[in-house]
């Protein structure tokens, strides 16, 4: 096992090697990269494409594996508004960004798109068929497409014993099918966890909760699996020992198959400010992650166009997109 940190300094791309012979080594190996990520500057870190800058709140980022598609999630100031957008690469730049057309005035949020690009993943409280008009709770949903270039089908449910009359949230998927998603149950060791469908046969299991090296009586949830099933990346909220609010955390798989304790990625990536809803692009070693973090300040301005593209593109306490090469083997 081994684990690279990869960082942008200008136009180089710097790379810093540990070698990870053993299970123990390995979490040493992220204590030591939390401390190498402490010692870097905040820049380090960056911002994803201006053309999300002009939302006032953006969050759940997924990229296809060609790095052509992006899908995001659009919400108004307050949470109320909460849309699914894509954006297309072309000529290397990002398209403006187009709702998906199945978006109506239901919320839709936390995309997750297959291996294949062919099955988008999402969230949402829509009535579970057309012929009422009553919200359901939020349940996973899926629509499928042949191609890039086909339209996408209607929204389908993902049904039991996935979805429940409980909250379902944040979708993800490894390659072989086995689901990873957050859900508020009575029966769960905290207020948000996470649990894992298994999938068998054609059809997911039931829900099984995840272990303490994972959950606990506090907030779990944003979970992100490795392609192999063999990492995890997820939010944990004001975990004794954190940076504050939610940070992001790590787990690694043993050789038995069982989830170890897992590891606060630290600084930079994680602040006193809120960080959640990583992905992690596992082919350009990138972490894409949602944050508020917050590090503005006032300055003399040219005019009000001046004060309006420094307040867009500023860490300016609002959810954005942030990325940082950062590789897991």
Not at 78 to 106: T, V, Y
Not at 258 to 277: D, F, V
Not at 313 to 324: A, D, R, V
Request: aromatic share 14%.
């Amino acid at each position: 096992m081994r684990l690279v940190l990869c960082e942008y300094v200008g136009n180089n791309l710097k790379i810093i090697q540990h070698q990870i012979m053993t299970k123990s080594i390995f979490i040493l190996a992220l204590i030591l990269t939390a401390n190498v990520l402490s010692a870097q500057n905040e820049n380090r870190i960056f911002q994803f494409d201006k053309v999300l800058n002009q939302f006032n709140k953006v969050r759940d980022f997924w990229i296809s594996t060609d790095g052509d598609e992006a899908f995001v999630t659009l919400q108004s100031p307050n949470g109320g508004i909460s849309q699914l957008a894509m954006i297309r690469k072309k000529n290397n730049e990002w398209s403006e960004p187009e709702l998906l057309h199945f978006c109506d005035s239901n919320m839709y949020l936390e995309p997750f798109l297959s291996m294949s690009g062919n099955r988008l993943f999402f969230v949402s409280n829509r009535p579970l068929d057309n012929k009422t008009n009553q919200k359901k709770n939020f349940n996973i949903w899926y629509v499928d497409r042949n191609n890039s270039d086909d339209k996408w089908s209607e929204p389908k449910n993902i049904g039991s014993p996935v979805n429940s009359d409980l909250d379902e949230f944040y979708p993800s998927v490894s390659e072989n099918n086995n689901l990873y998603f957050t859900m508020d149950s009575p029966n769960g060791l905290g207020k948000d966890d996470i649990y894992f469908c298994k999938w068998e046969a054609g059809n997911y299991l039931p829900p099984v909760l995840l272990d303490e090296n994972i959950n606990s009586k506090g907030y779990e949830f944003n979970a992100f699996i490795s392609r192999k099933e063999d990492f995890i990346i997820f939010t944990k909220y004001n975990e004794k020992g954190g940076q504050g609010s939610g940070d992001l955390y790590i787990s690694k798989k043993d050789t038995d198959g069982k989830w170890q304790k897992s590891t606060n990625i630290g600084l930079p990536i994680n602040t006193k400010y809120m960080e959640y809803c990583p992905f992690y692009d596992e082919r350009n070693q990138i972490l894409y992650f949602t944050s508020k973090r917050q590090n503005i300040k006032s300055k003399n301005f040219k005019n009000t166009s001046d004060f309006k593209t420094y307040i867009e593109e500023s860490e300016n306490g609002l959810s954005k997109i942030y990325m940082i090469s950062i590789k897991l083997e």
